[in-house]
């Protein structure tokens, strides 16, 4: 089945500076990579998400990148601010059918020095 | 904006008890997801619901598992005999059509095992 790798656990950035979030996928099969923002006592909330026939996505201070190629897909978060602290998970699935349950990295701890 | 909702935000049973975790997804989708996150590891897909029946399940989800939708608007998960083991963060979530995403998640329940 999917694994996905997250690196790192743990990042801590200067407000205002960028925080960058990798992760890596073993099915080629899989076609569909979103991130999730968590906040304490919350579930998963999407911030952005990146199809396959795309190598690239922005929103505002948010974009994704994607390499099929290699395998692997990035966060990319600019101008960070404080209420950007959270926990953020990468996933991947095979969009469009019914066997789409989402395999999740181990998460990234993405801490906002003021 | 529409959300998942979960009840109750925190079961805590004696091992060996049935426990059903209850969600309302968001009412236009049809698709339906249970997923666990153990504490401070990440987010486990357990099981994905379409149409009336199991789409997709995931090792964990083995016979004391089950889903349910009993009518239109909930979707449920039991655990027959529980285990300590099964303490953990249970997320339902939910999409719309096949091709659609992302899937949307509830804020979780928090089930502890004693």
């Known amino acids: 089945g999917e694994n996905v790798e997250q690196h790192p656990s743990t990042l801590s950035v200067q407000e205002g500076d960028s925080a960058v979030i990798k992760c890596t996928y073993s099915?080629?099969?899989?076609?569909?990579f979103p991130w999730y923002k968590q906040e304490l006592g919350k579930g998963p909330q999407l911030i952005i998400d990146?199809?396959?026939?795309?190598g690239e996505k922005k929103d505002q201070r948010i974009a994704v990148t994607l390499n099929k190629t290699a395998k692997h897909f990035s966060l990319h978060i600019t101008e960070t601010q404080p209420e950007d602290s959270a926990v953020y998970f990468c996933?991947?699935?095979?969009?469009?059918?019914?066997?789409?349950?989402?395999?999740f990295g181990k998460g990234t701890h993405l801490i906002i020095q003021p | 904006e529409p959300e998942v909702t979960q009840t109750p935000s925190h079961q805590v049973t004696q091992m060996g008890q049935e426990v059903i975790l209850r969600c309302v997804p968001i009412?236009?989708?049809?698709?339906f997801y249970w997923y666990r996150q153990i504490l401070g590891q990440k987010v486990e897909f357990l099981v994905s619901?379409?149409?009336?029946?199991?789409?997709?399940k995931s090792e964990i989800f083995d016979d004391q598992f089950s889903v349910e939708r009993p009518d239109g608007s909930n979707f449920t998960l039991k655990i027959r005999s529980t285990k300590l083991e099964d303490s953990a963060m249970y997320f339902c979530?939910?999409?719309?059509?096949?091709?659609?995403?992302?899937?949307?998640f509830g804020d979780g329940t928090r089930l502890s095992i004693l």
């Open positions: 099915d080629s099969a899989s076609n569909y």
């Open positions: 996933a991947a699935s095979k969009a469009g059918g019914g066997a789409d349950g989402l395999t």
């Open positions: 009412s236009n989708h049809l698709y």
């Open positions: 979530a939910s999409k719309g059509e096949a091709g659609s995403q992302p899937q949307h």
């Open positions: 990146i199809r396959s026939n795309v």
């Open positions: 619901f379409y149409n009336n029946e199991i789409s997709e």
